[in-house]
């Protein structure tokens, strides 16, 4: 009888450290989230067309001049479905604009280091989504950031949950990212213009878009911003022309409505997104609003690098091949190969062996099927 209630007293300690332990948890989210808030509008309140005063200055002429061609350098990196974008300025500052995916975070730690930068002057996430914050919690671990913008929305999930404590742990300040705030660039002028708005039903509308202009040349990074936010940034009288267009939300028909895209009238667009994603990412509709323009797709070309001196640009991709495919596929768009996911044999679009739909994969060219370990069909030969 005593062991009975001994037991029964135990599973009831037990149970209370549970609900004790589920509330810390809840507790500490609870204020992460209004640090965050608080963070949020402190910065708020000198939002407007402040520029904000920072000691960037006596960075020049150091070691963190990484970049003395003298041009600015736009990296588009590859990260599947998710955005992630370094950009350099010639002065070496660097900005990073989101990160992909968490699994995607170590990639874009390497890339950066890769170039030679071990700091990251600005960081911006453009919204809460984790294909697009869910890698920063390694670069905020791993590379010295000064400033990081989000702008002023909370989340429930685990990725943001664990962007707050990183931040926190770094005692990192949140600056609020809102149209009309200015980022102190030493040379050129980066400024967000979205999000207008401060109540919106998903998050994408929440996204940070930033212009940026350097002498002539300017670039367009719209995060997931819909259609609505397009509109805003219209109806706000925003000078929205820019040579490079991130075309927002991976090509989504959510978002590039004509109005918008005439107003930005690009050269260049940018699409970020995996093959063969589960979204259909880009869809043909955006595809279709994009032609004439020379498109850019991280899924077949891999890592997209523009370089401008402020007049000329000069675009490499980390798929050659790719690139050249690209040319070709302008007429049919999207699709180049197509893989059979049972057999692992891959086919050219036209053969007569393709496989039933659901068990088809996609891919830019022969050398990415063969990279996942397809080999090539015996009667079309690709
Ligand atoms: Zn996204
Ligand atoms: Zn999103």
Redesign the pocket.
Known sequence: MLLFWGRLYLKFLLQEVIVLRQRIHKIFVVFLAMLFLLAGCSSGDQSGQQVEQMDLAPTIGHKDVNNDTGELKVHFIDVGQ??SILIETPGGQNMLIDAGERDQGEKVVNYIKSQGIDKLHFVVGTHP?S??IGGLVKVIESIPVEKIYLPRVTHTSRSFENLLEAISNKGLKISTAVAGVKISLADGEASFIAPVGEDYEGLNNYSAVIKLTYGSASFLFTG?AEKLSEKEMLANGTDLKADVLKVG??GSVSSTSSNFLQAVSPEYAVIMCGSGNDYGHPHKETLAALSGLEVYRTDSDGTIIISTDGNNYNITTGNKIAAQDKVVSNKDNSVYYIGNKNSKKFHRTDCANLPAENNRVYFATCEEAVNQGYTPCGSCNP
């Open positions: 998710g955005d989504h294909d697009h997931d939300h991976h």
